[in-house]
Structures are given as structure tokens and as C-alpha cells.
């Protein structure tokens, strides 16, 4: 059994708990909290599960670490504290860890990744031995392994678009669906997000991942962004009210150009109400989807729609994000130390999981 710290128990961190435990080669050694009103509560409670795990969480990263656990689920945010976050994952590699997260979004392509991201990770990967492999669901599986493994059933290519087409009330962290998307804020506020080159930044890795999978070479990479204001005032279940007039829905695309034309492309539409741009693309049913079309011969169209925690689209996307990386330790392990991305980890099987309930 590998060994296995959770850190973090938010909406990544909650699902991670769960997947570990259902994983029939790891044990939840440990799970790590920031708040200090979880600290001494049972794991299970805190993952939803209904029932205790015998693993209560706590605050001493240090002393954790100091047992030198197998592997790391980090689900703590980076979207507010990027260097924050890649401090606590190379503090965690440095130790010897396999390390899984979804957190830093320019490590999700690390050939092409920054400096500044890329230099601590490799150098703890020297110090430690440990390994590293950043992914999610969009960006994740949702445009990479997915569409590539969907374009391998075409005759001819022409396009590949992802779509991940969300209603973002469902999303229960208001802090970014308010500040960092601009959902609820005057149109005239710039959302940090979509920002120029931002998009670029987060979901520049999937479209050079994609590319470097098909061998085509990339001429750039284009960004285009489109906002409404919602018609009306609208009351959501878990964010409180967004006013008429402030942006109710975002839609924006991260293209990638191969000979003059946008041939793999990654496209958000984002609402917080349904009403807001009824006109863009809508999920086949429920709050939310995840889409992949390949226009050729044949066209073929793909949607995948996941619920978790009382049929939560938002949830059981994050709950795919999970199952890809801790699906993912037991390779890690056994493979060399180092830094991987996407194309380097198999997408496999749940070997030992049909029919299997966790304790």
C-alpha cells in the first residue's frame, strides 16, 4: 500500500480524500488543513463520506512530511497563491514524494513552462527524488487525453475544439467566480482571468500539448474573449445575489494557429444563470459539460457530463480531476523521478476498482 497524504480539503481536496480511500493500492496516511476549525475532525466527515476513516486531520505540514509519505494529493488553491503553492509542492517533492496536483497551471505543459516554475521543481526532483505530475480537467483531460484520444477515430482532421460550457453558481468558491472570472462586477472591471495573455497562460499548455501529440507545428496562439450583463437581477443557491447589468456570462477561446487557421482550439462559456447568453452553446442537460468535436471525417462530438456530491456538475468535474491524478500515483511511483506532464502518464483503467467498495 502507498502511502498517501491528502493536503487540502476544499472542493479538490474533499474528492481527493474519497479517491485514495476507493484506491485498492493506497492508504490515507495523513490529510493536511489550513483552517484550524477541521483540525482534529475524522477525514471521512470532512470528505462527506458519513463515516470516520481513523485519519483526523492536521496543521504540522513539517511533521508530515518528516514521515516522508509515498505520495501527495495537493489540493490546496493556487489560483490566488501561485508561489505559495509551488513552495508547499517542492517542499513536498524535496522529501521523496510522488506529488499530484492540479494547482499550477504552467506546469500542466512543464516542457515549455516558465523558468520560475519549472527550475525549483527540477531542483527538488535532484535533491529529493520525488516526482511531480500537474493536471485537472480543463485544463486536464478535457483537452488533452480526450481529444486526442477522440481524434484518433477520424479519417481526416480539420478541427479540434475543446468546450467546457459551465454554469458557475454550482462553483462554490465565490472568490474566484467574483474576482478572479468578474462574474457579478460591472463590465468596465477587468477580470484578472481574462486579462491579455492570462487565457494564454492557463490553457496555452493543453493546445501545445495537443499540437506536440498530432506532430503539427504551431504558427501562435490566439486568444479571443466575449462578455454579457445579465438582463435581470438573479439569486443564486450558493453566492448570493448578482445584480442586472454586471456580467452574467463570459466566453472566450485559447486557438491554436497551424497554417494560417485556429485548428485546435479550447473554448469557455461560462454563466452564472442560465438566462444570461441563451444564444452560445448550452450543456445537453444540467448545470454543466465538458465537450469535444473534431470537425472532419466524420465529425465527431463527445460530451461527458459528471456529478458528484448530490449530483454537482461542478463537483464531479472536480471529482475527474482526482480520479486522473491519484488514477496516476501508482505508475509515478514506479517510474523514474522527475517532472511529468500529460503525454508522459497513461490515462488507465480502473484496475481493481469494478464493483469494489471502500471500507
Known sequence: MIRTVVWGTGNVGRAAIRAVDAHPGLELAAVLVSDPTKVGRDAGPLAGLGHD???VAVDDVGAVLDERPEAV???????????????????????????????????YDQRNAPPEFRDPVLAAV???????????????????VL????????????VIRCQEIFDYSTYEQEESVRDLIGMGRPLDYEPPMLLP????????????????????????????????????????????VFEAGTQGAIRFEVQGIVGGEPRLVIEHVTRIHPSCAPDWPVPPDGAGAHRVIVEG???IEVTVAATAEGENRSAGGNATA???????????????????????????????????RPR
Open 197 to 240: 495573455s492570462v487565457p494564454t497562460m492557463v490553457w496555452g499548455g493543453q493546445i501545445r500539448l495537443m499540437a506536440r501529440a498530432l506532430g503539427a507545428e504551431l504558427d501562435e496562439i490566439r486568444e479571443t474573449v466575449d462578455r454579457r450583463p445579465l438582463e435581470s437581477t438573479v439569486k443564486t443557491r450558493t453566492m448570493g
Open 322 to 356: 482526482v480520479g486522473r491524478l491519484v488514477g496516476a500515483i501508482d505508475w509515478l511511483v514506479a517510474a523514474e523521478p522527475g517532472l511529468y506532464d500529460a503525454l508522459d502518464v497513461p490515462l488507465r483503467p480502473a484496475v481493481g476498482k469494478l464493483g469494489r
Open 73 to 107: 494529493v495537493y489540493a490546496a488553491s493556487g489560483d490566488t497563491r501561485p508561489d505559495g503553492a509551488l513552495d508547499d509542492v517542492a517542499r513536498a517533492v524535496r522529501t521523496g514524494a510522488v506529488v499530484v496536483t492540479p494547482a499550477l497551471y504552467p506546469l
Open 126 to 144: 535532484a535533491e529529493g527524488g520525488g516526482s511531480l505530475f500537474v493536471s485537472g480537467v480543463d485544463p486536464g483531460w478535457g483537452n488533452d
Open 147 to 158: 481529444p486526442l484520444l477522440v481524434s484518433g477515430l477520424g479519417s481526416t482532421v480539420d
Open 53 to 55: 476513516l481513523g485519519v
Open 297 to 299: 471525417s466524420p465529425r
